[in-house]
């Protein structure tokens, strides 16, 4: 059995995608060929924004919003304390300061009433100008945007959605990736729509933005391409990716409804037994992962440790929060205030107590039950 099973993807689709990779081989456009302009069309009219820029990777997509906002030393952008490293790494790159917030016990994301209070700690402080707050869709499902709007509109903060993991999710009917000011995706193989190597993309509906994300994508390109007005990156998505793309996204409404149904069914068969995601009402998640939190580190450590013995994969995102992270320990960032004890710091909880069981579109029936059946004797 596998985690993430991406060759039985690849089988159902295989007739179409081997047929865009080989066009792409055959027409010779790259680097910039018709299919990425076309896959950003689609993609923005799928996700429901003005502008999409696609770019190299997830994690490129997060610098070039940096960028295109100017953000730099002295600024603070708060970033949920558990997450994967990029959200806060590029943060630390472009020389602003993280200023860690704890998360929600049940949806895994940014918490507003912590946002808040961090908020307020670094404007009493007052050595940072508070800018941007990283809203990560985790596990696929979208942050509370609704609180969370509403603390960035109080504080002048812009938002940048990490949708990562959340490509395909939604909030009553509205996509992620639509949420932020700017909003960002990753294509890693992985994430719920995924490409054959690294890919990424950003969106907004801000045009002046989009021409700084289109400009700081290729060498800060100008209106010439020879006259580089700033210094930018190279971060393109390659031609073969966008084709591959292109035959996913025509896929990818079957394959999140699929993923609901494997979620759906995990919970139905968990009830009672452990604790299971929680989706809130409205709210529709990609499920990049399914992720089960035992009471215990022991007890998540020990399961583990059954599931792989019976051929059951299954992978702890994440095991350490952002302000334990080694590159951070003697770097500019703001760590959650030392009177937030263990118990009641969330993210360090969820870091001892999580568990991502086996989740994609083609995962059987027959697995999710033996799954259960497994996990259910071994706590
Ligand atoms: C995967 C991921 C990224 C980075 O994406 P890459 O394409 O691997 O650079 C950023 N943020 C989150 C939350 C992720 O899960």
């Known amino acids: 059995m596998q985690f993430r099973d991406l060759g039985k993807q690849y089988q159902t689709l295989k007739a179409d995608i081997d047929q865009a ?60 304390d558990f997450t994967f490293f990029s959200s806060a790494e590029v943060v630390a790159l472009e020389g602003a300061t993280p200023v860690f917030v704890d998360v929600d016990a049940d949806t895994f994301n940014i918490n507003a009433a912590s946002l808040e209070k961090a908020i307020k700690e670094t404007l009493a402080e007052g050595s940072l100008t508070p800018k941007v707050v990283v809203t ?26 990490d949708g990562a993991q959340g490509f395909g999710g939604s909030i009553n009917g509205q996509k992620a990736c639509s949420f932020g000011d700017i909003s960002t995706t990753s294509f890693f193989p992985a994430k719920p729509l995924g490409c054959y190597g690294d890919g990424g993309a950003v969106f907004t509906d801000n045009d002046e933005w989009a021409a700084l994300l289109e400009s700081y994508r290729v060498h800060g390109k100008g209106t010439d391409k020879y006259d580089n007005v700033r210094i930018g990156m190279n971060s393109r998505l390659d031609t073969l990716q966008a084709a591959i793309l292109q035959v996913k996204l025509h896929a990818f409404d079957d394959e999140v409804e699929r993923v609901n149904q494997v979620a759906d069914t995990y919970t139905r068969l968990l009830a009672g037994h452990v604790k299971t995601p929680v989706i809130p009402k409205g709210f529709r998640s990609s499920w990049a992962q399914y992720t089960i939190q035992l009471p215990t580190e022991a007890a998540r450590n020990g ?14 995102y994440y095991p350490k929060t952002m302000h334990e ?26 870091c001892r107590t999580v568990l991502s069981l086996p989740m994609h579109p083609y995962l059987e029936t027959s697995d999710i039950e033996a799954i259960c059946a497994t996990l259910i004797a071994n706590i």
Not at 136 to 161: T, W
Request: proline share 6%; hydrophobic share 45%.
């Open 325 to 350: 992270q080694t590159a951070f320990q003697n770097a500019d960032v703001k760590r959650p205030a030392s009177r937030q004890g263990y118990d009641q710091y969330v993210a360090t909880r969820l």
């Open 21 to 80: 990779m080989l066009s792409v081989a055959s027409e010779a456009h790259y680097i910039m060929g018709p299919q990425v302009k076309e896959l950003e069309r689609e993609l923005a009219e799928y996700v429901g924004v003005k502008h999409c820029i696609t770019c190299a990777n997830g994690t490129d997509a997060l610098t070039l919003a940096l960028k295109a906002w100017g953000i730099g030393p002295g600024d603070a952008v708060f970033v949920p």
């Open 303 to 316: 399961l583990q440790a059954a599931l792989k013995a019976a051929g059951i994969p299954s992978m702890v």
């Open 136 to 161: 990560v869709d985790l596990y696929g499902l979208p942050a509370n945007y609704p609180a969370v709007k509403e603390v960035a509109k109080q504080y002048g903060l812009l938002i940048l959605e």
